[in-house]
């Protein structure tokens, strides 16, 4: 962590940033171990490149920052109740140029940082501690292994449970449980989207009563060791509906494509490319309604993604989803997601459960 700090002051300087502005967030939690709620009295830790990092933090939570790795990471300053925190902040703030804050900020705290420092200039955080969090360190990379292999062994033993019958929640409840019995600290969500339910990408599992013939997709994930899993696998009851082993077929390709498209030194859009260039070739284009992957390790959404438009390019370590679908309205949708990672010559699957069609009962 202390590593990460000093890249961060480093990131500020090169892209002309005074200061950054760190709230409770997965970003504080990267650069400094210490993960507090966000709530209506801030907590901000100001790092500058040539001052020694400093968290503001409410006295009555002092206790807590000191017993944790920022206690020795930064300075620890403390304020009341009674006390303007906005003013302590702007204290440790340059008089003037441009600082950073970062994205999970309460709108509040910025409006009201502004006003106590209305010399400086204000952008996103974001181009500095994105490529510095998107490039996994063997330790980030370890605990993704370890969610992706459970989530696989989730995976495995879903789909020895039955399907028929029962309903949507029922299956999530089972999917919530099974992610945790493999290890994960909490389950975070469980898409059971089952007959015309799995033409829409985020449905919320419901009573819905799953039937012969129903395709279901099963989109699944939680939080292991503070980083993420999230796996997509798409099942059918028995004999599926017309025209199913088509789409299914194409997603396949689509995901094995863009799999192999990953390796050091390729922007990530093109992943995005390569899925949606079989897709729409197999005449589904306008069915393929969603971004190709994400981001994903102390938060399950981060950048960069896959996505036209996102030059940002692949280097070693970096690790994002691969989840290209296709969603016919009022019939079933087909969706297939691995998480992968950026090796120094190629990528590395971190969900090894097989991407053919499986048959539950």
């Known amino acids: 962590m202390r590593e990460r700090l000093r890249k961060a002051a480093a990131g500020a300087t090169e892209g002309d940033v005074e200061a950054l502005i760190v709230a409770p967030s997965s970003d504080l939690v990267y650069l400094t171990g210490y993960d507090p709620m966000p709530f209506e009295r801030p907590t901000l830790l ?73 010399t400086l200039a204000w952008i996103s955080a974001s181009a500095v501690l994105g490529p510095l969090r998107a490039r996994k360190d063997p330790i980030e990379l370890d605990a993704l292994r370890r969610a992706g292999a459970a989530a696989d062994a989730t995976f495995e033993e879903i789909t020895r449970l039955p399907f028929a019958g029962r309903t949507e929640l029922e299956v999530a409840d089972d999917l919530k449980r099974l992610l945790v019995e493999h290890g994960h600290a909490s389950a975070d969500f469980a898409i059971v989207a089952s007959g015309p339910n799995a033409a829409s990408p985020h449905h919320e599992p419901g009573e819905r009563r799953i039937g012969p013939g129903d395709v279901v997709v099963l989109d699944f994930g939680g939080e292991l060791d503070g980083y993420y899993s999230d796996m997509t696998r798409t099942v059918v009851v028995g004999e599926p509906p017309e025209g199913f082993g088509t789409v299914y077929g194409t997603v396949h390709a689509a995901q094995e494509a863009a799999v192999d498209e990953v390796r050091p030194g390729v922007p990530i859009q093109e992943i995005d490319r390569v899925a949606r260039a079989v897709i729409t070739e197999s005449g589904f284009g306008e069915r393929f309604v969603h971004r190709t992957g994400h ?67």
Not at 67 to 79: D, I, Q, T
Not at 303 to 318: H, K, N, R, S
């Open 46 to 118: 100001i790092v500058r490149p040539d001052r020694d990092p400093v968290l503001l933090v409410p006295e009555l939570e002092r206790p807590l920052a000191a017993a944790s790795p920022a206690g020795e990471l930064a300075e620890l300053r403390g304020w009341r109740d009674a006390e303007d925190p906005y003013a302590a902040a702007a204290e440790l703030l340059p008089a003037g140029g441009t600082v950073a804050v970062t994205d999970r900020i309460w709108g509040l705290h910025v409006l009201r940082l502004q006003d106590a420092a209305p």
């Open 295 to 361: 981001g994903i390790g102390l938060e399950v959404h981060e950048p960069p993604y896959a996505v036209e438009g996102d030059e940002t390019i692949l280097e070693a370590g970096m690790t994002f989803s691969v989840e290209p679908g296709i969603y016919l309205p009022e019939r079933f949708g087909v969706r297939i997601e691995d998480i992968v990672a950026v090796t120094h010559d190629g990528f590395e699957r971190l969900n090894t459960s097989t991407r053919e069609l499986r048959t539950v009962a």
